[in-house]
Nanobody, 123 residues
Framework: QVQLVESGGGLVQAGGSLRLSCAAS????????MAWFRQAPGKEREFVAT????????YYSDSVKGRFTISREKAKNTVDLQMNSLKPEDTAVYYC????????????????WGQGTQVTVSS
């Protein structure tokens, strides 16, 4: 059974930083993309960042580019999201996703999802 488990969410003041981690078990994603999405209250889930297994190819949404950094560690089958200069509008439940065959912003291309971790940024 494949599982993705996120950790690292919490409450932080605007301008602060948080690091989210996602650990995959049940299969390796060494040849697939892993990504982060988020869903704010009352809004649809949206793409945040994605990275291929080579850890050199990544893509970010415009809203987080320059503030967030996605990284992967193949040996540990994990994907992290370093979030700096956080803003209140970054408040959301953040989801880890895996299994896309290429860099993709579309939810439908990811076969596996975590349960999510809450990030709250206070002003």
């Amino acid at each position: 059974q494949v599982q993705l488990v996120e950790s690292g969410g919490g409450l932080v003041q605007a301008g602060g930083s948080l690091r989210l981690s996602c650990a995959a078990s049940g299969r390796t994603f060494s040849s697939a993309a892993m990504a982060w999405f988020r869903q704010a209250p009352g809004k649809e889930r949206e793409f945040v960042a994605t990275m291929l297994s080579n850890s050199r190819s990544a893509y970010y949404s415009d809203s987080v580019k320059g503030r967030f950094t996605i990284s992967r560690e193949k040996a540990k089958n994990t994907v992290d999201l370093q979030m700096n200069s956080l803003k209140p509008e970054d408040t959301a439940v953040y989801y880890c996703a895996a299994g896309a065959l290429y860099l993709s912003v579309a939810e439908s291309n990811y076969n596996y999802w975590g349960q999510g971790t809450q990030v709250t940024v206070s002003s």
